[in-house]
């Protein structure tokens, strides 16, 4: 790797692909601006670091007596919901990670900052201050959403929380255009346990020198003036990463990932609806049919990823009926992982049933492709009502409503009858996130506003 000197930036990705992909589209940026990039990782989830070739990626591990120890190892991890996964990540690397940040900062080469998702929350603020260098935050998630974040002090005291089911369709007179069912939880035994994670994130936030967003002015305006008012610290809406000039390898190609653009070669324009739950969500069986069955009817074209383990009790597919996949036979695609970007930005595809990550929203949105929403938990709700009511992108279809009537009639919708503009709108979106991405845009200016405050901070380096 070439040296840059007096140009490193560490990051610290949190580690699942919603996260992680973001954050190493940043570091493409950073360094087709010159930088080099340090990453730090958790050895849980560790990515293969022959697929970034371009940046230095460090295991974090446990240093027990000379000893490398895993903190926390997959299969204690599997058993977890995911806000008890975050905060044991939280807690079982927040020394390894100290130890490594000093190491990296020690090693003599000029570090300009910490980029840390936010996620981390205040320890990572913390770490930095001890060790002297400062610290930027990533979000990953949408502006508004986060509002809906750091508005959750509020909104127990005025007693939204815990949600009442008689009060799903109330409005949150406090976050328009958001419903009581909107507002980002997840259901969990301990709902304290969200509630610290969240306010970790929104504190931490507001220690940092300034937060960097994958989301574009022009989507997100009053959300992030809104937020940069909150946090009190300079906002860097750049987004959508992905479409910004980078150095970032293509990504490699699988069999799989070359069989399913051949797939897609061979439909015609715009038919084909890509149904994918994003990378943690996980379905019940009988949703699972529901969706099967849902596809199947709508006789449209599908592709439709189904992770290992995303039906709980199953492996992958068991549950369908025999004979389902002979039944539909070229006219459907099931495969366990796809290469989203390139899926999205193929002329056959015509519709996205997304569960509406934000990665998954803004990916869309800069390819001008519908929606079909089926939030499954946290940001998704609110991402969702963005998505139908204010961007006028997408058509819902709730959870509880996933039966294969519903299914056909939003597919038929969104594809046959062009869901009242919904394509028009699509590409006006999608130009106008182009806008923001040419030279004189808002994103393109953010970034360079970006780079000049990363330098602008006073190197630190320990003598060697
Ligand atoms: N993704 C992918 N292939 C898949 C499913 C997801 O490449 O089959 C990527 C997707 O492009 C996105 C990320 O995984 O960048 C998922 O992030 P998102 O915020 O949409 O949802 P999450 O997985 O965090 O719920």
Known sequence: MEERKGRRIIMFPLPFPGHFNPMIELAGIFHHRGFSVTILHTSYNFPDPSRHAH???????????????????????????????????????????????AAEVRGGETVCCLVSDAIWGRNTALVAEEIGVRRMVLRTGGASSFCAFAAFPLLRDKGYFPIQDSRLEEPVTELPPLKVKDLPVIKLKEPEELYRVVNDMVEGAKLSSGVIWNTFEDLETFSLMDISSKLQVPCFPIGPFHKHSNDLPPKTKNKEDSETTEWLNKR?????????????????????????????????????????????????????????????????KIVKWANQLEVLAHPAIGAFWTHCGWNSTLESISEGVPMICTPCFSDQHVNARYIVDVWRVGMVLERSKMERKEIEKVIRSVIMENGDGLKERCLELKERANICLSKEGSSSKHLDKLVSHVLSFDSYAFAS
Do not use: C
Request: net charge negative.
């Open 55 to 101: 940046f230095t990626l460090r295991a974090i591990t446990h240093n027990k007596e000379g000893e490398e120890e895993d903190p926390l190892s997959q299969s204690e991890a599997s058993s977890m919901d995911l806000i008890a996964l975050i905060r044991q990540l939280k807690q079982s690397y927040a020394e390894p990670f100290r130890q490594s940040l």
């Open 268 to 332: 015609d324009p715009q038919s084909v609806i890509y149904a994918s739950f994003g990378s943690l969500a996980a379905i019940e069986e009988k949703e699972f049919l529901g969706i099967a069955w849902g596809l199947r009817n709508s006789e449209q074209p599908f592709l439709w990823v189904v992770r290992p383990g995303s039906v709980r009790g199953s492996e992958w597919l068991e549950s369908l009926p025999f004979g389902f996949i002979e039944n539909f036979g070229d006219k459907g």
